[in-house]
C-alpha cells in the first residue's frame, strides 16, 4: 500500500444469509483528503463503515489502515490506531454541558476514561482543551450550555468537537448534516472543511450539493458495488450514477 493512502480496502465482501450488502469494494482514501461515499438508499454505505469499523466482520476482503491490514482488528484497537466515527444519530450525553461532553472525550488522554465517579476537580485540567476544540467549532457561547437545550445543528458540530477530543487520524462521518435545515447544512459543511486541515476524512453523505462543495474524491455504491468514483465533475455526469440515483438526475447534477 502506498503512503500516499491511509485506508485502503481490497475486494472487501459482506454477505448476510446469501444477500451480498457488500460487492468487492476496493476503496482507496488519500491522506488529507476529503473522501465522500455516496449512493441511493440500499447502496451499502452504512455496512462499509460498520466494516471499517468493526461493527461487522467482513465475510471476505482485507482492511488495510497505515499499511497494517485490521481486517480483524477488535474495535477498541481501531479507535486507538486513530479511526474515530460519529454516528448518524447524535452521539452526545443530553444532560451534560457542551463543556462537559468534550471534557469527558478528552479524559482518554488521563487514561481514565469515562470514570464518571471520578472527582470534577481532577477534570479541570483538561478545562482549557476542551475550550479549545469548542472554540474550534464555533461553539464557545454554548461552553456552559445543557446540550439537550441545544440547536439541532449546534448539537452535531459538539458531536465533532468530541469526535476531535480522541485526535483522529481518520474521521468517518455518518450522514453529518441529515435532518437540518438549509443554515445548518452550510454551518456544518463550513466547519468539515475547517477541521478537515492535516486530516483525513471520509463521510457518508446524502446531500449532493455538500458533497460538490467538499469532496476531493467521491465513490459512488450501487447495490453493494462500486459504480464509479472521481471527482464531483466525474461522477455527476456519469450516466451510470445518473441512472443509479433513477428520477434524481437533477440531484446528481448538484441540486440537493
Known sequence: MSDDFVLETRQLVKEFRGFVAVDHVDLKVRRGHI???????????TTVF???TKFLTPTRGQIHFNGADITYAKPAEIAR???????????????????????????????TSFHFWRSGRSLEVLNARAEA????????????????????????????????ALEPELMLLDEPTQGMGHEDVDKVAELIKRVSAGRTILMVEHNLSV???????????????VLAEGDYATVSQDPKVREAY????????GGH
Open 35 to 45: 473522501h465522500a461515499l455516496i449512493g441511493p438508499n440500499g447502496a451499502g454505505k
Open 211 to 225: 458533497v460538490s462543495k467538499l469532496a476531493d474524491r467521491i465513490t459512488v455504491l450501487a447495490r453493494g458495488a
Open 246 to 253: 433513477m428520477g434524481k438526475s437533477d440531484d446528481a447534477a
Open 50 to 52: 460498520n466494516l471499517l
Open 81 to 111: 490506531r486513530g479511526i474515530v466515527r460519529s454516528f448518524q444519530i447524535s452521539a452526545v450525553f443530553p444532560h451534560l454541558t457542551a463543556l462537559e461532553n468534550v471534557r469527558v472525550a478528552l479524559q482518554r488522554s488521563l487514561g
Open 133 to 164: 476544540l469548542l472554540a474550534d467549532v464555533g461553539l464557545s457561547d454554548y461552553r456552559d450550555t445543557v446540550t439537550v437545550e441545544m440547536p439541532y445543528g449546534r448539537k452535531r458540530a459538539l458531536e465533532i468537537a468530541t469526535t476531535l
